[in-house]
Nanobody, 124 residues
């Protein structure tokens, strides 16, 4: 059983940056495809981006391209989400998720393991 724990959320002003971390335990992190999702009040959970288990293929949703960067450190069993130029619309609970297999997926239902989420609030 893989356990995921997010950290790094908080309250920032528009234009500022945050870095989220997701620490994994209980499994072989290097074989997991990792995704970052977010869910704002009243909205469906959506994929922010994901990183393949190899680390050499990274996907970003259009609404974060050029602002967010996903990376992973397999030695630390951790995946990161660097969020720059934050906007009020980025306000949401951010979750990391993991799935084994050869590919990343967009749909939340395709991910097996989930963290508890961390709140990100961007004020205008």
């Amino acid at each position: 059983q893989v356990r995921l724990v997010e950290s790094g959320g908080g309250l920032v002003q528009a234009g500022e940056s945050l870095r989220l971390s997701c620490a994994a335990s209980g499994g072989t992190f290097s074989s997991l495809n990792m995704g970052w999702f977010r869910q704002a009040p009243g909205k469906e959970r959506e994929l922010v981006g994901g990183i393949l288990w190899t680390g050499d293929n990274i996907y970003y949703a259009e609404f974060v391209k050029g602002r967010f960067i996903i990376s992973r450190d397999n030695a630390k069993n951790t995946v990161y989400l660097q969020m720059n130029s934050l906007k009020p619309d980025d306000t949401a609970i951010y979750y990391c998720a993991a799935r084994p297999g050869p590919s990343m997926e967009i749909a939340p239902s395709r991910y097996i393991y989930w963290g508890q989420g961390t709140q990100v609030t961007v004020s205008s």
